[in-house]
Each structure stands twice: as structure tokens, then as C-alpha cells.
């Protein structure tokens, strides 16, 4: 389902998803002075998305990614996926746990109750729509998304 057509070319977005796919756009850098003038705004729309499709779970931040986030099924979630995203520097973790809603363990919660992280739970089709709104209010998060 794609659901945005963002032209945020500073972050990492999500563009649309589908079963077993997000396709994202890349961050690209641009000269300040390309785009200092409002006239060069009309430029600015006329440069290319880039987008990369990924078949594998994945932590998402506006400013970073992590490819290949181990665990590929909510069943594989262990502790230490979770105290990955704890090290990270976030305020809250947007949780796409698959195709339905799935709470993991407090057990496995434990890195991120410890730091005081914030997490909230929802499908990943949810979480994926979820995460543009989040990124547009400048937030500390990271969405961690399991594929459906």
C-alpha cells in the first residue's frame, strides 16, 4: 500500500509497504545553496526519490537505519533485540510486530523499561503509517519493524 508521496529528502520515510516489503526513501544531501532561494524550491521537487525495498526486518530511525534487524519473526524476539534498541538514542520504540498486533514479553521489554523508553505496540502496517506522522514532529523514536 503506498500512502505517501513525502518529499522529505533529509530523513529516512517510508514510502509504502506491502506483505513481506517496505520500500523506503533515502536521505540525500543537498547543497544549502541549492535550495536557499524560494524559486529553487521548484528545483528541489524536480530531484529524484531514491528509494530502496527491504524483504527483512528492520530499525528504522529518520537519521539511521539498521538492515537485517535479527530477529524475522515475532516468535525469534529475544532480549537482546531489544537491548539493541535500548542503546539507541530515543525517547520511545514504535513496534511493528507483523501481520497482527503481539505484545512481547516484559521479560524481553526489561533493556527498555530499564532506560525509561517508551514503547507502543501495533501491526507493522500500522507502525509503518505510524512512522511519518512521528517523524514530521521531530521525535526521538525508532521504529522497529518485523515484516507482515
Known amino acids: ?29 543537498l547543497d544549502e545553496d541549492a535550495v536557499a532561494e524560494p524559486a529553487d524550491n521548484i528545483r528541489r521537487l524536480q530531484i529524484p526519490v531514491r528509494r530502496e525495498t527491504l524483504t527483512r526486518s528492520v530499525v528504522l530511525m529518520p537519521s539511521q ?21 535500548s542503546e539507541l538514542d530515543i525517547e520511545i520504540v514504535l513496534f511493528g510486530s507483523g501481520g497482527t498486533i503481539r505484545w512481547p514479553s516484559l521479560a524481553l521489554l526489561a533493556p527498555l523499561i530499564d532506560k525509561g523508553i517508551g514503547l507502543e505496540v501495533m501491526d507493522t ?17 525508532a521504529a522497529a519493524l518485523l515484516m507482515v
Not at 537505519?65 to 534498541?85: N, V, Y
Not at 502496517?125 to 523514536?141: H, V
Request: charged letters at 20%.
Open 125 to 141: 502496517g500500522a507502525a509503518c503509517r505510524t512512522y511519518n506522522i512521528l517523524m514530521s514532529d521531530q521525535r526521538k523514536f
Open 65 to 85: 537505519i539498521i538492515r537485517d534487524w535479527p530477529p524475522q519473526s515475532f516468535a525469534e524476539l529475544d532480549r537482546e533485540h531489544f537491548a539493541l534498541l
Open 1 to 29: 500500500m503506498q500512502f505517501t508521496i513525502d518529499r522529505n529528502l533529509q530523513n529516512y520515510g517510508i514510502h509504502a509497504y506491502t506483505h513481506g516489503e517496505i520500500t523506503i526513501t533515502i536521505p540525500q544531501v
